[in-house]
């Protein structure tokens, strides 16, 4: 059964038409997920507090509802490594359009991943798995499944990628925990099922994949919108 707050969360993003990366992180934490430890800051001091509580070095990300694409407005900055950081993105992140706070968030490392999940008319839940980061238009390296999977169809998406070798561990590198991709991408096959009614989409970019863990960094989920009745 869908949580509550998962709900809420989707019902109040109906009017920008998809999740504040925040409320996203929320949703797949509920889910069972992992993410970075994060906070949604409304003023600067929030995200002192956090930044001297955590840690450098960290990652900031503008919080928009008119920001879906926040890396194209340089709504994100990777590697802030000082309160003195921490004050000049907050405040020049304030002056963007739609502000309504900065995602600040541990930086982790590892494999990039793609996983993403969208709303096919005819088939139902589709998930796809793949070679992630920003150049994961240039790789085009995926594969897809029919929802809901089971862990055999987590062995059979991994060996169907080009670049499966990276995963397992490739020239003295090191693999990833394929057990525990496989444990993300159970859970993310079961709220994709619980939300097939809600979303149109969900892109999880880059996924972060060590060979301790497996951790979402970035999040997008398009809400579905209601289709308009049609007088004859």
């Known amino acids: 059964m869908l ?21 996203a992180k929320r949703i797949l934490f509920l889910s069972g997920i992992d993410i970075p430890r994060f906070t ?12 001297r509580s955590t840690g450098y070095p960290l990652v900031a990300k503008v919080v928009s509802p008119k920001a879906l694409h926040k890396s194209d407005i ?22 963007l359009e739609g502000f309504v706070g900065m995602l600040i968030e541990q930086m982790v490392s ?33 594969s897809l499944r029919m ?10 998406m991994v060996k169907a990628l080009k670049a ?3 995963l397992e561990g490739f020239r003295g590198s090191a693999p990833i925990n394929l057990r525990e991709l496989t444990r993300m991408l159970m859970a993310f096959s ?22 301790e863990k497996c951790i979402v960094a970035d999040a997008r989920i398009i809400i579905k919108m209601e289709e308009e009745s049609v007088t004859p």
């Open 3 to 23: 949580k509550k707050e998962i709900k809420d969360i989707l019902l109040s993003s109906k009017e920008a038409g998809w999740v504040l990366e925040p409320e």
């Open 40 to 51: 949604w800051a409304t003023n600067l001091e929030e995200a002192l507090q956090f930044a």
């Open 190 to 211: 079961r709220l994709i099922m619980q939300l097939e009614d809600m979303i149109e989409s969900i892109d999880l970019n880059p996924v972060l994949c060590s060979p």
């Open 110 to 142: 590892g494999l990039e991943l793609i996983v993403g999940a969208k709303m096919d008319y005819q088939f139902g839940p589709v998930i796809l798995l793949g070679i992630g980061g920003t150049a994961v238009e240039i790789y085009k390296d995926s």
């Open 164 to 166: 499966h070798q990276l």
């Open 74 to 95: 340089g709504g994100v900055v990777v590697g802030i490594g000082s309160d003195d950081q921490i004050k000049k993105t907050f405040h020049r992140f304030s002056k």
């Open 147 to 156: 929802a809901p999977l089971k862990e055999r169809d987590v062995e059979s």
